[in-house]
């Protein structure tokens, strides 16, 4: 089998020559790792790149900080993503990590929700065509990366324990968000659908150290 094929008979659970590898660190971790990988000559079987997802335009920084934030000041470094999540550095212990705030904490109403600047994800289909061409000429799999797909967006941008009571309260701001980030998922999804990947990775973290966030019963009925 090719590399490509070895992969995608690996996802279709029909036999394969080899399992390929892919790690994904935080950027300390990955400093060391690629340091340790030249060092020692380690080669690392690859079976996947991922494919160039659309462009997208979202509101400028300025209207989120003087819509949103107005009454917060943040630390040097803190910076605003497309969603209007602001992400504050913390100390030197915490690495990667950032404090979040959630543009939608303060949200009382479905049309507050509906006139947000969700960011908007443009056509880019024939790039992207081109890009996964690439890669299966380089006998890769093409990947779509979606993880942090439609839970774990929507409760960055209102706050986990909002849109928890939300959605326990049956509040329709809940519907709302929800509906529009996976209607903006499902944009993306098919774009990469349309270019020609082979698979899409999606993914919400919906696990604490012990038990899921919510009842199984919830999420298959809510």
């Known amino acids: 089998m090719t590399n490509r094929e070895n992969y995608l008979s690996i996802a279709r659970k029909t036999g394969y ?10 950027p300390s971790l990955a400093e060391r790792y690629n340091a340790y990988v030249k060092e020692h000559d380690v080669r690392v079987p690859v079976g996947e790149a991922s494919v160039r997802g659309q462009p997208v335009k979202s ?4 209207m989120f900080l003087e819509r949103y934030y107005r009454d917060k000041t943040f630390k040097p470094g803190t910076h605003i993503d497309v969603w209007g999540v602001a992400h504050e550095p913390g100390s030197a212990a915490a690495y990667h990590m950032t404090y979040m705030y959630h543009p939608m904490e303060d949200f009382d109403s479905v049309e507050q929700i509906l006139d947000y600047p969700f960011p908007v994800f443009c056509e880019a289909l024939e790039d992207q065509k081109k890009h996964v061409e690439e890669i299966h000429s380089a006998d890769l799999a093409a990947i779509g990366h979606m993880e942090v797909t439609i839970w774990e967006t929507a409760w960055y941008m209102r706050g986990m324990e909002n849109l928890m009571c939300d959605m326990i309260s049956e ?19 098919v774009s990469f659908a349309k270019a020609g990947a082979d698979a899409l990775f999606l993914g919400d973290d919906v696990g604490m150290q012990r038990t899921i966030m919510m009842s199984e ?6």
């Open 59 to 62: 509101a400028p920084r300025e």
């Open 171 to 189: 509040d329709p701001m809940a519907e709302a968000l929800l509906d529009r980030v996976t209607e903006i998922s499902v944009t993306r999804a």
């Open 217 to 222: 019963g919830f999420t298959a009925n809510g």
């Open 17 to 26: 020559d080899y399992m390929p590898v892919n790690f994904s660190m935080c």
